[in-house]
């Protein structure tokens, strides 16, 4: 099915050097927290080591077979969002990898080929898709819910950055370089604040070395929460209690959407926006 170019997604397609909204003081996080992303490969090992406990005491929510389309991020491919999908598809859903290579950012034509495979994913299957994105791959995420609230079910992200400032973040050269845009646009900035008007969640971390995690905040509002996790960004997507929350944000029944709760033994692992 052919993509078409909508006023919104057009916003990506243009450059400014609008100077950043006045009133910002987030800063990217310092060296010490950056230097801690090097724990990635042991949150790998950690859910490696994990899994299959998890199964066999069935403490992991099953899903009910609704597609789920997954957004990589900034620089990122296919194969790192792997082992999150395949956890996903023996939960029992239907996920879909973005597709097109290394994610490079909003260049032409990238937006509108993924709001056409959500419009594809929704045709084959006949339900609606949850969407879910990891850092960059969450603005995708939320922007493509917001053009399409009737195809999708939920939004769930990892460690993006859809509010504060893009230079919040040790990754807004590196997005600069390899887009071709400029992280400045006040008007962008925000459009993507906006949640979307589905079940939206934030899974983020208060120790990520790359995205200030006050960039990771949805203001308070009937369908949205905040879920704070111990990992670092680069790790978001393989770290076991991330992808618990994440498992069961998407577990839940269609149009039967609660907060996710952080009481009883979840709370030596998570904290929610209700806690903070």
Not at 79 to 86: D, S, W
Not at 113 to 140: F, M, N, P, T
Request: proline share 9%; glycine share 8%.
């Amino acid at each position: 099915m052919p993509a078409t170019r909508s006023p919104r997604f057009s916003r990506w397609q243009q450059t400014s050097s609008t100077a950043h909204p006045d009133g910002s003081d987030l800063r990217a996080p310092n060296a010490w927290l950056l230097m801690l992303e090097g724990r990635a490969p042991w949150e790998y090992a950690a859910l490696l080591a994990t899994m299959p406990w998890l199964k066999r005491l069935q403490k992991l929510p099953h899903g009910d077979g609704h597609p789920v389309l997954v957004f990589p991020g900034l620089g990122a491919h296919d194969v790192t969002t792997a082992p999150l999908r395949a956890l996903l598809d023996s939960l029992g859903y239907a996920t879909q990898p973005w597709g097109q290579g290394f994610n490079l950012g909003p260049r032409a034509g990238v937006l509108e080929q993924c709001k056409a495979d959500l419009i594809e994913l929704h045709r084959r299957h006949g339900r609606k898709v949850s969407l879910l994105g990891w850092s960059l791959g969450g603005i995708y995420a939320r922007e493509l819910a917001k053009e399409c609230p009737d195809l999708a079910r939920c939004v769930v992200t990892l460690g993006t950055p859809f509010t504060g400032h893009p230079r919040a973040t040790n990754a807004w050269r590196f997005f600069e370089m390899v887009s071709g845009h400029a992280a400045n646009d006040p008007a962008l900035m925000a459009q993507i604040r906006q949640a979307p008007p589905v079940p939206t969640t934030s899974i983020y971390s208060k120790t990520d070395g790359v995205v200030a995690w006050r960039c990771s905040i949805n203001e308070p509002g009937p369908l949205t929460e905040n879920i704070e996790v111990q990992a670092s960004h680069i790790g978001l997507g393989v770290n076991p209690v991330a992808l618990y929350a994440l498992a069961d944000r998407l577990a839940q029944p269609e149009g039967e959407w609660t907060p996710f709760d952080a009481k009883g033994a979840r709370r030596w692992f998570y904290k929610t926006s209700e806690q903070a």
